[in-house]
């Protein structure tokens, strides 16, 4: 399984695995389908929202692991 890191696009982590979408949800990022939303890395949208970019890459890594 791929391993999703905090410069990959969020389209590409989504395009990976749509069951991802929870974890952006949760840090309130609803808005998923916007081409801007998409175009954004982990590391930005995380930074918009006030979400620890470390611990998102670890929470879906985890969920990815677990699959």
């Known amino acids: 399984m791929a391993q999703v890191t905090k410069d ?4 590409e982590i989504l ?3 749509v069951t991802t979408s929870k974890f ?3 840090m309130g990022m609803h808005c ?3 081409p801007a939303s998409t175009g954004e890395s982990l590391e930005q949208a995380c ?3 006030g979400c620890d970019v470390d611990e998102m890459v670890a ?3 985890a ?3 677990n699959k």
């Not at 990959?8 to 389209?11: N, T, V, Y």
Request: aromatic share 4%; charged share 20%.
């Open 32 to 34: 998923l389908g916007c």
């Open 59 to 61: 929470k879906i890594n």
């Open 63 to 65: 969920h990815l692991a």
């Open 47 to 49: 930074e918009v929202h």
């Open 8 to 11: 990959m696009l969020i389209g």
């Open 15 to 17: 395009q990976l695995d």
């Open 24 to 26: 952006f949800i949760e």
